[in-house]
């Protein structure tokens, strides 16, 4: 452990260190969280680094590390009077749901917040640092491959100042809300964000696309229903079965007739290994 920016700082590798910060933290109710993962060519996302900063204390958990069972933090944090200052929250959400089956705290999210105090187009972080705390972000690093390691000086300055700053932005972001009597509107679309995360098989493009009606169609249900399920199955992405765009097109001329059949398992197993097949043979011409 050693002094960032007046704040202690732990870079946690094993589980004797996670307990030590869980401890640590445990009486705070008030959390900055960020967290680094991959899931490009996966169905679940690889998490590689969570950043938690209570104000005082600033933890960067190694997720890959064997030694480091990192889902107690996740659980840890689930409490119904804490709340998380997350910067463009869904993604973290989703990953929190892929651990936890419910989501208990409630969520602070400085981009939604921005949006309802007066900016025009959505505000990146590094945008929202400059304007509240007057320092010009290095984000050089916003696409670094976080699977790899080791993580040096350089990436740990970068995942703390994704969290640091936080503190201040959040706050005067909440001054604002309160000042244009918006933060009734704001925990109402917070709500509703995470709700749209807790149901995100029926991705709000469908409904763009095709209709306010389209979400009670069983059609569309049994798609991304077997979508899914075959996505989980061999660990792809979604989009890599049957993207959104092809479930629309076929949604609109009704050409999928597999799905006007209730499936039973034995099918999802057969299409499973047909994908992957497919999948295995497409790869060689590449």
């Known amino acids: 452990m050693f002094?960032?920016?007046n704040h202690n700082f732990s870079f946690i590798k094993n589980n004797k260190e996670l307990?030590?910060?869980i401890a640590k933290i445990k009486n705070k109710k008030k959390f900055f969280f960020d967290t680094e993962f991959d899931?490009?060519?996966t169905y679940k996302a690889i998490i590689s680094i969570i950043v938690i900063f209570d104000g005082k204390n600033i933890g960067i958990i190694d997720c890959l590390e064997n030694n480091t069972n990192f889902k107690k933090i996740f659980k840890s944090l689930n409490k119904k009077n804490n709340t998380l200052v997350i910067h463009s929250c869904r993604q973290d959400l989703e990953i929190f749901l892929s651990i936890v089956k419910k989501i208990l705290f409630s969520v602070f999210d400085t981009q939604i917040a921005a949006s309802l105090s007066g900016y025009t187009e959505v505000p990146s972080y590094k945008k929202l640092?400059?304007?509240f705390c007057k320092i010009n972000l290095d984000k050089s690093l916003q696409k670094e491959d976080w699977l790899k390691r080791p993580i040096n000086n350089e990436r740990i300055n970068y995942l703390i100042n994704d969290?640091?700053?936080l503190k201040i932005i959040s706050k005067k972001l909440n001054n604002k809300l309160i000042k244009k009597n918006k933060l009734k509107l704001f925990n109402k679309l917070i709500k509703k964000e995470i709700f749209k995360i807790s149901y995100n098989g029926y991705p709000v493009i469908f409904k763009k696309k095709l209709g306010d009606n389209i979400l009670n169609n069983q059609k569309l249900i049994r798609i991304i229903s077997l979508r899914n399920k075959i996505a989980e199955k061999i660990n792809l992405p979604k989009s890599w079965v049957f993207s959104d765009?092809?479930?629309i097109k076929n949604i609109k001329n009704e050409k999928i007739s597999i799905i006007s059949k209730n499936l039973k398992n034995i099918e999802i197993k057969?299409?499973?290994k047909l994908t992957k097949d497919f999948k295995k043979t497409f790869s060689k011409f590449n």
């Open 3 to 5: 002094k960032k920016n």
């Open 19 to 21: 307990d030590q910060f």
């Open 39 to 41: 899931r490009r060519s």
């Open 129 to 131: 640092v400059h304007d």
């Open 163 to 165: 969290v640091y700053y």
């Open 245 to 247: 765009k092809e479930i």
């Open 270 to 272: 057969n299409l499973t």
